[in-house]
């Protein structure tokens, strides 16, 4: 058994090492390119030995040294283009054809003519016009001095003020219908401030009596709905307990009498319902009657005025109205009755108003007889009320025997006692509803009369008074400002006698220095003319050479002709004007290379590369790809560059050869010849920083699972270069790898994995 143990664990031994000394086998394996994952990654080239050529390379388009511009000697409309670009002329060879007519500077030689032609006419007329008046003043001048016309104005003026002073004494300065208009609007203000006092407490009354007319229908809906609880209980115990004998005639009889007595409470309602309808026409016939209403009142106003002035005549105000209110004391006891008379005197008249005042009145006693009719239906309703309740008690002595009967009797008189109280307070509640909606009628009426009636009047009189009253004041200020206004020119008139007398005064005076004042004026106006006939001399002089300027445009249009042609032998670069367009005048055209005078091209190059060439040296030429061309071209001169004048130079070369063409792109190379040199680096490899120039060498390191890369640094001096590669001074040898590119930044030391490897 213990053997058996032990061969078993010595397998297990086995087992374990031998799969231990695999996974370290696989990973030895596998160890490179684990290792090899997490380098920088990097691309090399070799050092070589080789020609570099440090030469100036660039690009340049061909074009003629010398082109001949066709320059437009008119503004004139192009009619036919016969150059085309690339054409090959010759002398005489027509290019362009233009329209016949003036030129435009023709036409604006015409105008300044014109111009001119009118200046000059306006001169001559200013000469006449100083000439006229020269003579005009010395005839002014042989004249005496004449004052009847300024004795005239005085004395005018002397007699305008006196009549003006006269119509101002006039004027009629009294003030009593102001001052009687005026207390008439006063009196006729306070009578309506106190019917208006009297309105706004009728209004108030009104609001306050709508508010406790709103409470009383607030308490009758309180009260209303448990008397009806009440009632419906009553009515319905009444209708079981009618059940029990309803063979009965004095049920029957019950019944009869409780129809009479519903029909007379629906009576009763609608002859309510008839006073409400009467209301509302009554309010209508106020609208109505709002129209005429100005009318009767006017018309009654006027008939209280006059029994007022009668018996106010008669003495009889002493003792029954005390002054000074005993005029307004009587009218307002007087109005409401004079308003029916005031009414019936339009009758006639004013049809619409009386017809108006008397549908009030209809309206009125309507309302009257629909509350008469309630006040009768009412009656009724409480008489059919009493039969029922006494029929009812003959129902209810018939049926006395029966216990259902008993039992019903007794909840009804139980229901009828708790309906009491609540009846009452309906009842109450209902009569104190009508009383409040009463008094709300009652203050409305009140508005209504004094609104329509007596503020009405006393608005109208006001008005009156105030337009009385606004007659007399305007008539007042006319007269004031009448009288202002006479005043004011009054004053004027006097100050124009003065000036008017001082002015002769000065006049006379003046008169003594006038001939010689006259006679300096005289010179001035000499001395104009002769200055205004220097003038239109000079004008002349100016119409001349407009003349002269207008006729040599002429004959030069008629030397230039309407075609235009080549001057030279070339060829057609340009053509700028097409049919139909207008060049101006000095506008270039067209512009014609001329071969014979040899062709340039230019190249832009740094100041650093101009200053390894010297004018004179010769260029290499090629076109295109395929690079092979006959073309010469030689370094004639160079100049600063417009667009970078300190950092660029152009040069410029001399172009020769049988492939040279204008506007042809070629590819120039000019500096020193190529040279062999032991150690050539690509430019991709050099690197820099602050301790000089240097590369990166690859340095192998074997072992014995895999070759190692190390990067080195390797010092250079740089002694050639071109476009792409760089002679060198340093310790590289030939076909030492240099590292070109990298997948992350290294430094010297670290070690790295080649692009080709994995």
């Avoid at 016949?100 to 105008?111: N, R, V, Y």
């Avoid at 020269?134 to 004052?147: G, I, K, P, W």
């Avoid at 309180?222 to 307990?241: D, F, G, M, Q």
């Avoid at 009797?409 to 509803?433: C, F, H, V």
Wanted: aromatic fraction near 6%; charge should be negative; proline fraction near 2%.
């Amino acid at each position: 058994m213990n053997e058996e143990n032990k061969t078993k664990k010595r397998g297990w031994v086995q087992t374990a090492v031998i799969i231990f000394l695999s996974i370290m086998l696989v990973l030895t394996f596998f160890s490179n390119t684990i290792m090899n994952a997490n380098l920088p990654e990097v691309a090399v080239q070799y050092v070589d030995s080789g020609t570099i050529s440090a030469q100036i390379r660039g690009q340049a388009t061909i074009k003629a040294t010398e082109s001949f511009e066709v320059v437009m000697q008119d503004t004139r409309k192009v009619r036919t283009v016969y150059a085309k670009v690339g054409q090959q002329v010759e002398t005489g060879d027509l290019l362009f054809l233009l329209a016949a007519g003036d030129s435009q500077e023709i036409e604006t030689a015409k105008q300044e003519l014109e111009a001119a032609e009118t200046e000059l006419q306006n001169l001559k007329d200013s000469l006449e016009n100083s000439r006229r008046s020269y003579q005009r003043s010395l005839l002014e001048a042989a004249s005496a001095a004449d004052y009847t016309k300024e004795n005239r104005n005085i004395q005018k003026l002397r007699e305008e003020i006196s009549e003006k002073t006269k119509e101002r004494d006039e004027l009629d300065f009294s003030d009593t219908a102001l001052k009687t208009a005026r207390d008439a609007l006063e009196e006729a203000e306070k009578a309506y401030e106190a019917e208006q006092k009297k309105y706004d407490e009728a209004q108030d009354a009104l609001l306050k009596a709508k508010n406790e007319a709103k409470k009383a229908k607030e308490r009758f809906d309180t009260a209303e709905e448990p008397y009806n609880e009440a009632k419906s209980k009553v009515e319905a115990i009444e209708a079981e307990r009618a059940k029990i004998s309803s063979g009965d005639a004095s049920y029957a009889s019950v019944q009869a009498a409780r129809d009479a007595y519903d029909a007379a409470k629906a009576e009763t309602q609608k002859a309510k319902d008839g006073v409400e309808a009467a209301k509302t026409a009554l309010e209508t016939a106020h609208i109505l009657y709002d129209a005429g209403n100005a009318r009767v009142t006017a018309k009654a106003e006027e008939m209280i005025i006059a029994d007022y002035e009668a018996e106010k005549g008669a003495g009889s105000f002493d003792t029954d109205f005390p002054a000074p209110e005993h005029k307004t004391s009587y009218f307002n006891m007087k109005y409401p009755t004079y308003i029916p008379a005031a009414a019936e005197k339009l009758k006639d008249t004013d049809t619409e108003a009386y017809d108006a005042y008397k549908a009030i009145l209809a309206a009125e006693q309507a309302i009257l007889d629909a509350e008469n009719e309630v006040k009768q239906a009412e009656l009724r309703e409480q008489s059919a009320y009493v039969t029922y309740d006494d029929a009812y008690d003959v129902y209810a002595k018939s049926n006395a025997d029966s216990s259902e009967y008993s039992r019903l009797s007794r909840e009804l008189n139980e229901a009828k006692k708790a309906l009491e109280p609540l009846e009452t307070a309906y009842k109450e509640a209902q009569k104190e509803k009508n009383a409040k909606d009463k008094a709300v009628e009652h203050a409305q009426e009140d508005v209504d009369y004094i609104q329509n009636g007596t503020l009405a009047a006393a608005s109208s009189k006001k008005e009156k008074a105030q337009t009385a009253y606004d007659a007399a004041k305007t008539a007042a200020d006319g007269v004031q400002t009448k009288y202002d206004t006479l005043t004011g020119e009054i004053e004027n008139l006097q100050t124009q006698l003065e000036d008017a007398l001082f002015q002769l005064s000065e006049q006379k005076k003046s008169d003594q220095l006038s001939k010689k004042l006259k006679d300096l004026d005289l010179q001035a106006m000499r001395s104009g003319i002769d200055k205004a006939e220097r003038a239109v001399e000079k004008q002349e002089g100016k119409v001349a050479d407009a003349q002269e300027k207008l006729d040599a445009l002429a004959i030069g249009a008629e030397e230039n002709g309407l075609e235009v042609r080549s001057d030279v032998n070339g060829v057609v670069k340009t053509v700028s004007a097409s049919a139909g367009t207008t060049p101006q005048k000095g506008e270039i055209i067209a512009t014609i290379e001329v071969p014979d005078r040899g062709y340039s091209a230019e190249m832009s190059v740094t100041t650093e590369q101009a200053d390894r060439v010297t004018v004179g040296d010769n260029a290499k030429v090629s076109m295109g790809w395929w690079g092979g061309s006959d073309i010469q071209a030689k370094l004639v001169s160079m100049r600063a560059d417009p667009q970078s004048p300190r950092d660029k130079r152009i040069l410029v070369f001399e172009v020769t050869g049988s492939d040279v063409e204008s506007g042809a792109n070629i590819n120039i190379a000019i500096g020193e010849r190529s040279r062999n040199y032991d150690t050539i680096i690509p430019k991709s490899a050099l690197r820099s920083d602050t301790n000089g120039d240097f590369v990166l060498r690859i340095i192998t390191k074997q072992t014995p699972l895999s070759t190692r890369y190390i990067a080195e640094r390797v010092a250079i001096t740089k002694v050639a270069e071109d476009d792409t590669m760089v002679a060198v001074t340093s310790d590289l040898s030939y076909n030492d790898c240099l590292i070109t590119t990298t997948s992350a930044p290294i430094s010297s030391g670290m070690q790295v994995r080649l692009a080709d490897e994995t």
